[in-house]
């Protein structure tokens, strides 16, 4: 049976181009960066390579990109990193309520320490409403944080307008760009950010590889103390191969990405005008239109989501029911009843994310499969009358 993904949101395969550029520095070239000999050096360069075609595909200066070990560390590096750096004279952050648990157990950790966190709610599309975000701003808040588009539902935020309230206000703003950064346009500049997160797995890099961007001039303390490695705001030996295929997936996003985007723009809509063709009580969760070009989330009355996943699994099509980061919890998405989604409805959701290795073929066979794994299963609900 072919093996079918549609979870790469939760992550990517490592491209074979990336893969090949990064085997030299496990073996060959794998001085530390750190170190003055030649072996090092030629290690430091590869890393300083990486770290300008980060910065130029971001509108950054290289100087403000640091390398960290992932998303969740450069989320918990914004959110600290800021809220230590500031608590002298602030103690005040706002997040979205749908933001990743790398965000928000982050500011829970800060609240048992005094800080206040006002948490932004959403429409039922998902979307933050800039004027709430106007609003909840205070002379105490340090930081907003807005993820720039939703790794369950897709739904893309207006960070540029958030960007220019708090930057009228003085208010630094940190953005999760973990599931847009090399699927559709980031610029630092154009959307008026302070700090932004972006994880190499995420863009068919490697795992164990991420990126807080960091603006010239934001007070922030390191949340890695070590050997003073990336200008003294993140101890730890450089991971080079690691930096070296996020900066070749970043390469190849460049070049790939307006026509990438386009492609899978067009599986996403015919999944949703099918499943809605073929399959009643279905309802599609997140921004029809300000929508990742790879998101499809769904909700279907009478079924459980995580039936329905394994039912598809036997059918060979991976798929996910929200974060892979909270895949073991049987509790609905946090994400859906933020956006007022009834709690058994959010239950029976599931993410279908597209990528690199998406075929046409691919999507015949879940329009093909999914109706009537959900006729089967409804069929065993005592609530679903047809």
């Known amino acids: 049976m072919k093996r079918i993904y549609m979870d790469y949101a939760a992550t990517t395969p490592v491209a074979p181009e990336v893969f090949r550029v990064m085997e030299p520095y496990f073996t060959e070239i794998f001085g530390n960066p750190s170190s ?12 300083e390579a990486a770290r300008q075609g980060v910065a130029r595909f971001l509108g950054a200066y290289p100087e403000e990109i640091v390398f960290t070990s992932g998303g969740t560390e450069s989320d918990n590096f914004a959110v600290k990193g800021t ?11 706002i997040v979205s309520s749908i933001e990743h648990h790398a965000i928000l157990e982050p500011c829970r950790f800060l609240e048992k320490r005094g800080f206040r966190v006002t948490y932004l709610p959403v429409d039922s599309t998902g979307m933050v409403d800039p004027e709430e975000v106007k ?62 997160s972006l994880s190499g797995h995420k863009l068919y890099g490697p795992k164990g590889i991420g990126v807080l961007y960091i603006r010239k ?23 080079v ?37 073929q399959i009643d009580h279905i309802q599609i969760n997140g921004h029809l239109q300000k929508r990742l070009p790879n998101n499809v989330n769904i909700s279907m009355a009478y079924v459980e989501g995580e039936a329905t996943l394994l ?34 409805e959010a239950r029976c959701s599931l993410r279908f994310s597209l990528g690199k ?30």
């Open 217 to 239: 001039g934001t007070k922030i303390l390191p949340f890695m103390h070590g050997g003073g490695q990336e200008d003294g705001r993140r101890g730890s030996t450089h991971n």
């Open 241 to 277: 191969p690691g930096i070296v295929g996020l900066g070749k997936a970043i390469e190849m996003a460049s070049r790939e990405m307006t026509e990438e985007r386009q492609r899978l723009t067009g599986y996403r809509d015919r999944i949703i005008k099918s499943l809605q063709n």
């Open 135 to 196: 609003k909840a701003i205070t002379p105490q808040t340090i930081l907003v944080s807005v993820m720039h588009a939703s790794n369950e539902v897709g739904t893309i935020q207006p960070i540029a307008e958030i960007g220019r309230i708090t930057r009228e206000a003085g208010v630094y703003l940190h953005t999760d760009a973990v599931q847009t950064v090399g699927h559709i346009p980031v610029d630092v500049r154009e959307m008026n950010v302070d700090l932004l």
């Open 83 to 93: 809220a230590y750096a500031n608590e002298t004279k602030k103690n005040h952050i």
């Open 311 to 344: 039912s598809l699994d036997l059918e060979g099509i991976c798929a996910s029911t929200g974060s892979a980061c909270s895949s073991e919890s049987t509790e609905a998405s946090h994400v859906l009843l933020a956006m007022h989604i009834p709690t058994e």
């Open 357 to 386: 290795w998406t075929t046409e073929s691919d999507i015949d066979r879940l329009i093909e499969v999914l109706p009537g794994i959900v006729k089967k299963l409804r069929i065993m609900s005592p609530l679903y009358k047809a």
């Open 36 to 47: 003055l000999h030649a072996c090092g050096q030629d290690a430091r360069k590869a890393v």
